[in-house]
C-alpha cells in the first residue's frame, strides 16, 4: 500500500489543521493506520491511531481532547483534525500503516507516507 499524506502548513499558536492520509494499492480496511510525528532533534512519536476494523481510536496524552483521527472510506483517506495547535506541535507527520494490531512503536509499522510538515508559531 502506498501512503500519501498531505495538509500541512504554516498556523498561529490557538488554529486548526486538518491533514489526511490518502492510501493506494490497497484499501485501508486492511489496517490499523496511524499517524506519528519527529520534531527536529527528536525521536518519531505516536500521535495517534485508528483501527480500520473496529473504530477504535487510540491517542497520546499531549493531543487528548485536541486532536481527532477519522476514516472516509469512500474516499479510503485517514484524517487527522488538529485543533488548539501549539508551538511544540511543530514537526513533520507521517501516516502509517500495518496489518497487524496497533502499536504506538514506529518500528511495528510496515508502510509509510511521506511526511507533512506542520509548524505552529507563538
Do not use: H
Request: hydrophobic share 35%.
Amino acid at each position: 500500500v502506498q501512503l500519501q499524506a498531505s495538509g500541512g502548513g504554516l498556523v498561529q499558536a490557538g488554529a486548526s489543521l486538518r491533514l489526511s492520509c490518502a492510501a493506494s494499492g490497497r484499501p485501508f480496511s486492511n489496517y490499523v493506520a496511524s499517524w506519528f510525528r519527529q520534531a527536529p532533534g527528536k525521536e518519531r512519536e505516536f500521535v495517534a491511531a485508528i483501527n480500520w476494523s473496529t473504530s477504535g481510536t487510540y491517542y497520546a496524552d499531549f493531543v487528548k481532547g485536541r486532536f481527532t483521527i477519522s476514516r472516509d472510506n469512500a474516499k479510503n483517506t485517514v484524517d487527522l483534525q488538529m485543533n488548539s495547535l501549539k508551538p511544540e506541535d511543530t514537526a513533520v507527520y507521517y501516516c502509517a500503516a500495518d496489518g497487524r494490531r496497533v502499536s504506538r512503536w514506529a518500528g511495528d509499522y510496515t508502510y509509510w507516507g511521506q511526511g507533512t510538515l506542520v509548524t505552529v508559531s507563538s
